[in-house]
């Protein structure tokens, strides 16, 4: 019996590691949050939710897996 190639289908969210445009502290945000996501840090808004994704407020520094 041989193997079929299954392809497994990529997720649609993702986890976002993001900067801080106000005082440059790096923190780890779900791309599909249900509330807006604050810095821990100076507490400025980062990303607004929309009911799907979110808005970025904050430069993406690298999505991870």
Same mark, same amino acid.
């Given at each position: 019996?041989?193997?079929?190639n299954i392809e497994i289908p990529?997720?649609?969210?993702?986890f976002l590691k993001v900067k801080c445009p106000g005082c440059g502290n790096e923190q780890i945000i779900f791309? #599909?949050?249900?509330r807006? &996501? %604050?810095?821990? !840090?100076?507490n400025n808004i980062l990303a607004? #939710?929309?009911g799907g994704k &979110? %808005?970025?407020? !904050?430069?993406?520094?690298?999505e991870l897996e």
């Open positions: 019996m041989a193997k079929e990529k997720p649609k969210t993702a791309n #599909s949050a249900n807006d &996501v %604050k810095c821990l !840090a100076c607004e #939710s929309t &979110v %808005k970025l407020k !904050a430069k993406v520094v690298k």
